[in-house]
């Protein structure tokens, strides 16, 4: 596995990005600062989503959105799987089968 190291501080990107779009190379970049150019590649690419000027990917919003949304699924998903296992449970002890549909 590779290494792992804390994320950029913000601001450090947004350097980064900004020397991008001034001409500066991510070659350049990365001989001058730590981060590889593959990274202030992606860096750049997706601050150019972000403010429009590209729309080959998600944005950091829609990126954001999308993991919160997936959180909240496997979490509805285990609240399910738990309620369909108490209600056999309870099947199970009181001797009746729940209808299949709802009174409500």
Known sequence: MGRTRKAYPTEF???????VRVGRTPEQLA???EPTATTIRKWADQAARDDGSRGDGLTTAEREELRRLRRELRQVKQEREILAKATAWF?????SIPSGGSSS
């Open 31 to 33: 001989k001058e600062f």
């Open 13 to 19: 990107r947004n350097q980064m990005v900004e020397l």
């Open 91 to 95: 099947a199970r002890e009181t001797g």
